[in-house]
């Protein structure tokens, strides 16, 4: 997006379902896992750069023999700082006793990090927060072997306050009211009790305390923790967990809001936020990576056993379409041509924008991100334009010239590199004046590509602020002379805050919630919003599932098209010479091109979760008194 907004995080979990000896032989390393999972988080990289995190458990180690290891980074490529942490302990090892590089057994007994269950997670931080402590995974140690716990997801609980209150009244006293310590803390508690209930029923059975540790591994149901540890949760999730014993889950949420897909075969299981991740790592078709269904775990056993199992009932599916439209990598079959279709899907109303004018406008996009949406928009121009080619030449018929018919023919959308994003370039100056001007220059333009009066076309993922358009890209557009800039959005109007893990929380950042407050001073509404604010107020102390959305009714008294065009107002520069319109997709068009991800809640204000609309209340109950906090 032109707009940055920080968003999801990245998991991955792997799991070697053979000793490690067997990759040593067949693959050359028994450090085969530490590899994929290098690999695995770089290909999810989009989905954070704000820190790394990874936690190792090696299997069957003797007791006094360190079995877990975990490393975090919070250093500008993360990553890369993180496997040249791991590198450089491995290479350490290797120097000072070479009798380890042959010895498989010795690298596991000697060197951290190496070991069967790996699970590595990429963080952006939604918060503001970027201490190491922050980062992903989650250590909750304790010296029974099968009650450490680790954890690291993909998600924004609503209702932390909730679980929160949960933990003090069964007697935890958690060290921070976070949401992922939270959820630890409840999980680990459940895991705590049904351990502390298996040795009971073990001793009963004769066993003593050294022969029930193996027993208890044997038989401790995750899926049983998982749903009870899971009952009161209120928010979007993909959940990855390791048990100091071996034993591995990922759990997701049941309206699918978070993504998580798996594969398996005979060497390996894996599970990531995102599916081309695993087909390119492990070389695997699209065909082979399966998703993770809604409210499922997949859980893989300590004796390599894998399991989808039930946990929680699935609801009705919302998976969160801005994972099509932006966030996960375009190189996924099903996004790809999602993506091209959205553009696709716009080009009518660009068509009526420009008055048929095909000859005299030019197609672009803005950012990288939006090519695949461009290529869409573009292919339903060149569809457009060979019907209307077809049509002249049948018109004239038999008697066409050559000349004539190259000249039908040579009529084409004219598609230009417009804008580029000048990716070195680095606002550092924090006062206003300095620091405009310095934004004004981060895209730079191709003098020459649009001639003077023509229409400029430029297709974004998503205009969320519109800052950058504002200071920037449209100063920038207006130097070629154009005579009206359409700035094209292939995700519809974002007009209320997520609160599923996008950073997107308070309603006053978004342009269309301007524009729709605008249009309520300009006509004299300005007292239905001190309405829609008294409303929100008394739910305050409603249960959330009785609470309604009213916010909708902010923006009910206006079409979709009357708030596109008083965006392009407040975007427009006051010494802007072209016109300026904006056109946004419609939700019809976006359910038709992402019909599986169905979840539009930052569009419609129809949360998949009852969290979600306590929290858009509150969002807008924080705008109407003037707080600048979030809502959850």
């Not at 877990?68 to 120097?95: G, H, L, Y």
């Not at 705590?192 to 073990?202: E, F, G, S, T």
């Not at 009870?228 to 979007?236: H, L, Q």
């Amino acid at each position: 997006m032109s707009d940055a907004i920080k968003h999801e995080c990245g998991i991955s979990l792997i799991r070697l379902l053979k000793p490690l000896e067997y990759y040593q032989e067949k693959y050359g390393s028994a450090f085969y896992g530490v590899n994929k999972m290098y690999l695995m988080m770089e290909k999810q990289h989009n989905r954070g750069q704000d820190g790394a995190g990874f936690a190792s458990i090696k299997l069957d180690m003797e007791a006094g023999e360190r079995y877990m290891s975990r490393v975090r980074s919070i250093d500008q490529q993360p990553i890369q700082d993180i496997f040249a942490q791991i590198n450089d302990r491995i290479n350490t090892s290797f120097k000072e006793n070479p009798e380890y590089i042959n010895d498989v057994a010795k690298q596991k007994k000697h060197i951290p990090y190496i070991g069967e269950v790996l699970l590595g997670h990429v963080r952006y931080g939604t918060f503001g927060k970027n201490s190491i402590e922050s980062v992903h995974p989650f250590l909750r140690q304790n010296n029974w072997m099968h009650r450490n716990l680790i954890v690291a997801g993909n998600f924004n609980m609503t209702n932390v306050n909730e679980l929160f209150d949960n933990l003090i009244q069964i007697g935890q006293h958690p060290k921070e009211k976070a949401d992922t310590v939270t959820v630890m803390e409840k999980i680990g508690h459940f895991l705590d009790d049904a351990v502390a209930q298996l040795y009971k029923d073990i001793k009963k059975e004769g066993f003593n305390k050294r022969e029930a540790s193996p027993i208890i591994a044997e038989r401790l149901n995750v899926a049983k923790i998982l749903r009870r540890a899971a009952k009161n949760f209120d928010g979007g999730y993909a959940m990855a967990g390791m048990l100091g014993h071996g034993d591995s889950f990922v759990l997701r949420d049941p309206a699918g809001i978070r993504p998580a897909y798996y594969y398996k075969d005979d060497e390996i299981a894996v599970v990531a936020s995102e599916r081309p991740a695993i087909q390119t790592v492990f070389n695997v078709s699209f065909e082979d990576v399966k998703e993770l269904d809604p409210g499922h775990a997949i859980i893989i056993k300590k004796n390599g056993k894998v399991k989808i199992k039930r946990i929680l009932e699935p609801t009705e599916r919302k998976a969160c379409s801005f994972e099509r439209i932006y966030f996960s990598r375009g190189s996924d079959k099903e996004i790809y041509q999602e993506r091209k279709m959205l553009g696709k899907l716009l080009f009518p109303l660009i068509l009526k924008s420009i008055d048929d004018d095909i000859k005299n406008t030019v197609f672009s996009y803005i950012p990288n991100t939006a090519e695949t949406s461009f290529f869409g928009m573009v292919i339903a121009a060149q569809n457009y334009m060979n019907k209307k080619k077809e049509e002249q030449i049948l018109s004239i018929g038999r008697k066409i010239t050559r000349e004539e018919l190259h000249e039908i023919l040579e009529v084409r959308p004219r598609i230009e590199k417009v804008a580029i994003k000048d990716a070195k370039l680095r606002t550092f100056i924090t006062q206003d004046s300095s620091r405009d001007d310095l934004v004004a220059h981060v895209y730079d333009i191709s003098y020459g590509s649009v001639k003077e009066n023509d229409n400029l076309v430029i297709i974004d993922d998503s205009i969320v602020r519109g800052t950058t358009l504002q200071k920037s890209i449209l100063r920038i557009l207006d130097r070629l002379l154009p005579k009206k800039i359409i700035v094209v959005s292939s995700a519809p109007q974002i007009r209320y805050p997520d609160c599923y893990g996008i950073d997107m929380a308070k309603l006053e950042d978004f342009v269309a919630f301007k524009a729709a407050l605008a249009l309520h001073e300009e006509r004299n509404t300005m007292h239905l919003v001190e309405e829609i604010y008294k409303k929100c107020l008394l739910q305050t102390q409603t249960h959330d599932s009785e609470v309604v959305n009213y916010v909708k009714e902010f923006y009910a008294p206006f079409t979709a098209d009357e708030i596109s065009d008083k965006i392009g107002q407040l975007l427009s520069p006051p010494d802007i010479k072209a016109k300026v319109q904006v056109i946004y997709q419609n939700i019809e068009n976006l359910h038709e091109a992402c019909p599986k991800n169905l979840g539009d809640w930052y569009f419609t204000g129809n949360y998949p979760t009852p969290g979600g609309n306590r929290v858009v209340n509150r969002a807008f109950i924080n705008f109407f008194e003037g707080k600048n906090e979030r809502a959850y």
